[in-house]
């Protein structure tokens, strides 16, 4: 899995990137309820040179030392017309984004993957086997979607310094509807 945003034939795409408990739980009262080294290492190959796309609670919810994320250029989603922030380029909709930066890591929150899910061309998800009470799920992904990958491609990887097991998959979809 290549840090450029995938998407077919070329042409530039929006891509989305997450980690997941059971029951498609994201989130926990604006946290991350677990650590996994191994996932964030994916997620900075991943999206490092790229344009990352995030909510503003999502923003909001990253130690302060690591905003703007560094290596990246950060594009924050949200309804307030005068919310600034150091590094941060503000987006009123998905339809700027779109327009604006055509090839994109979407990286949260639960309602910033559900508007950009119709949008995306490639989907990035660690399963994590572990059953955590949450308040965020990431989306139902739907028909249209297939598996390209999955590491390991049976069973389970379990983390060197956490001892959580976890597997990544990798998502495509060859159609997307155009913006607007």
Do not use: K
Request: proline share 9%; charged share 20%.
């Amino acid at each position: 899995m290549s840090g450029d945003v995938g998407a077919p034939a070329g042409r530039p795409g929006i891509a989305l990137v997450w980690a997941q408990a059971r029951d498609r739980v994201i989130g926990a009262q604006g946290r991350l309820p677990w650590h996994l080294p191994e996932d964030l290492a994916l997620f900075r190959r991943l999206t490092t040179g790229s344009t990352v796309v995030m909510g503003r609670r999502t923003w909001e919810s990253l130690p302060e030392r690591f905003r703007p994320l560094p290596g990246r250029t950060n594009v924050v989603l949200t309804t307030d017309p005068g919310w600034s922030a150091d590094g941060a380029r503000p987006a009123g909709s998905v339809a700027q984004v779109l327009a604006e930066h055509p090839s994109a890591w979407v990286i949260g929150g639960g309602a910033v993957y559900a508007e950009f899910l119709p949008h995306a061309d490639r989907l990035v998800v660690t399963d994590v086997d572990l059953e955590v009470d949450g308040d965020t799920r990431a989306p139902e992904p739907g028909q249209g979607w297939r598996l390209v990958s999955r590491a390991p491609a049976e069973g389970w990887a379990t983390s060197e310094r956490t001892g959580l097991r976890y597997a990544v998959s990798e998502y495509a979809r060859d159609a997307v509807p155009p913006a607007g």
